[in-house]
């Protein structure tokens, strides 16, 4: 059996991956869960799996009065409690279902501990791609991808010479407004935003997903994930969400990897390898997908993608700049201060303003992260943000 922590387990993907510790009780246990500050959770799965843990990682002063424990179930906070739950002794395997650059620290610390990852924060690798992977050279961690589309990668590069692979191509929903007239984008609220038509998944990752801007992260960690070239990273919209990820070799050939899109799968794999998972987890036969649709993402629809692409082809800081600032600019468009379409101007113009440096050390890049969050806010306040 499994020890295993999840961080930002009040998440879609921490929900997911707890329906999988459900399917398979005798094969992994919890020992260690974070939430934001998400009390009514916590009890419920306190009372369900009985964690050793359970970190607050922005607790409230009401949640820090209730004490030092539950029961058997001890009580930590803020990033010293993420960093703690993910470095367990008893732990083998930490989730990283935490959502923005908050989850990269205790990621650290459980590659500096010798942990199994799975991960699902784009910004370990987005942000800090060239020291995770410098301090993965060094460490027995194995880091497994949880998003779908980079886990149906990983099993197909798994299954694949590297040598025989010309791309990888990763599948896009097109997100909320993949069929709306490009000349309605100005207008749209953040409800419609939020109205994925295929995944139930939080807000930052569904306005993210509207603008395509998910994708950008994810063209930029599957770079950092699996070595290869961005001109051999290719992004292609599919509307039923089936098809999760594909190759194409250098005979022309194209693998797929399909399943239903619900998360169970990509998570099972992650959590059972390198073992295959030993059960059923959803039965759907090919006849019942009824078609596959694929079409190129529209430039003038998803600007996002392209600044993506440059952020990543820069390097450097670049990629850490891509996403901070777009943290802060869905932040502000949840809160109804900027329009949509906003977004992606203001990512490159902070791409623009703050210099790219090529930092040796985690300070280098947090350093960019927050010169990013910091010129948007500061424009904000100046009332300069594009409109």
């Not at 969400?241 to 169970?264: C, F, K, R, T």
């Not at 295959?276 to 629809?301: A, C, T």
């Not at 210099?355 to 948007?376: C, Q, T």
């Amino acid at each position: 059996m499994k020890n295993l922590t999840i961080l930002g387990v009040s998440g879609s993907v921490g929900e997911s991956t707890l329906k999988v510790l459900r399917q398979f009780p005798n094969h992994f246990r919890l020992t260690a869960i974070s939430v934001h500050n998400n009390w009514k959770k916590a009890e419920e799965i306190i009372q369900e799996f009985q964690p050793s843990f359970v970190c607050f990682s922005n607790p409230t002063p009401e949640i820090r009065a209730f004490g030092a424990t539950i029961g058997h179930t001890k009580i930590l906070y803020g990033s010293e409690g993420l960093d703690e739950i993910s470095s367990l002794p008893e732990v083998d395997i930490v989730v990283t279902a935490i959502v923005g650059a908050i989850g990269v620290a205790p990621t650290i610390a459980a590659i500096r501990a010798g942990k199994d990852i799975a991960i699902a924060n784009k910004e370990t690798l987005v942000t800090f791609g060239p020291l995770i992977n410098d301090l993965l050279s060094k460490s027995k961690s194995r880091m497994v991808p949880v998003d779908s589309e980079h886990n149906a990668l990983f099993q197909l590069i798994d299954r694949t010479p590297k040598e025989n692979i010309r791309s990888l191509i990763l599948t896009a929903s097109g997100g909320s407004f993949r069929d709306l007239p490009i000349e309605k984008l100005p207008y749209v609220s953040v409800k419609e935003a939020l109205n994925h038509p295929t995944w139930s998944m939080g807000p930052k990752i569904t306005v993210d997903s509207a603008g395509l801007i998910n994708k950008g992260l994810e063209v930029i960690e599957a770079h950092f994930l699996f070595g290869f070239s961005y001109d051999n990273i290719e992004v292609v919209i599919h509307p039923e969400s089936i098809i999760h990820g594909l190759v194409e070799n250098i005979d022309g050939a194209v693998i797929a990897y399909a399943s239903q899109p619900d998360m169970i799968f990509p998570i099972a794999h992650s959590l059972f390898y390198p073992n295959p998972v030993p059960d059923l987890l959803i039965e759907r036969k090919p006849y019942s997908w009824k078609s596959l649709n694929f079409r190129n993402p529209d430039p003038d629809r998803y600007p996002g993608l392209a600044i993506a692409y440059k952020a990543g082809r820069l390097g450097g800081t670049a990629p850490a700049i891509f996403n901070a600032s777009n943290e802060v600019a869905c932040e502000l468009f949840l809160q109804e201060k900027i329009p949509f379409i906003a977004i992606p101007t203001i990512i490159q113009n902070a791409l623009d303003s703050i210099p790219i440096e090529h930092p040796k050390d985690l300070d280098g890049y947090l350093d960019a992260d927050l010169s990013a969050r910091n010129f948007v806010r500061n424009h904000m306040i100046e009332g300069v943000l594009p409109c």
